[in-house]
Nanobody
Framework: QLHVVESGGGLVQPGGSLRLSCAAVGFTLDYYFVSWFRQAPGKERERISCISKTDESTHYVDSVKGRFTISRDNAAHLVYLQMNSLKPEDTAVYYC??????????????WGPGTQVTVSS
C-alpha cells in the first residue's frame, strides 16, 4: 500500500496560481527524491521538476523554469509544486513520484489518477 497521492489541482485563469501537494501513504516523503510529471491532452507524460532528499538540488524543465517552484515541508511531510503565471499550455494531469536514491522517472508501482490542472478563460 505504498504510494503517493496528488492534490491541489483545479480550474484557473491564465496568469493565475495553484499549489499542488504530494503526500505519501505508508512512508514519509522526508527521505525521498520526488518528481513532478504532467501529461497534457494528446501528449506524452513528461517530467517537469524534481527535488532531492535534502533540498540541496532542484530541477526544472525549461518550459516551467521561473514560473514553477518545487519545495518540501518536512513538518507536514509534503512536497509542493507552486505554479505561478499559469498558461493554457500548462493544462494537464499532474502526477508525483518518489524514489529513495534518485529523481524518479516512473512511479514505484502504477501511475495514480493525478490531479487535473486546467488553465482557461
Amino acid at each position: 500500500q505504498l504510494h503517493v497521492v496528488e492534490s491541489g489541482g483545479g480550474l484557473v485563469q491564465p496568469g493565475g496560481s495553484l499549489r499542488l501537494s504530494c503526500a505519501a501513504v505508508g512512508f514519509t516523503l522526508d527521505y525521498y527524491f520526488v518528481s513532478w510529471f504532467r501529461q497534457a491532452p494528446g501528449k506524452e507524460r513528461e517530467r517537469i521538476s524534481c527535488i532531492s532528499k535534502t533540498d540541496e538540488s532542484t530541477h526544472y524543465v525549461d518550459s516551467v523554469k521561473g514560473r514553477f517552484t518545487i519545495s518540501r515541508d518536512n513538518a507536514a511531510h509534503l512536497v509542493y509544486l507552486q505554479m505561478n503565471s499559469l498558461k493554457p499550455e500548462d493544462t494537464a494531469v499532474y502526477y508525483c513520484a518518489a524514489d529513495y536514491n534518485n529523481c524518479p522517472t516512473r512511479p514505484f508501482g502504477s501511475w495514480g489518477p493525478g490531479t487535473q490542472v486546467t488553465v482557461s478563460s
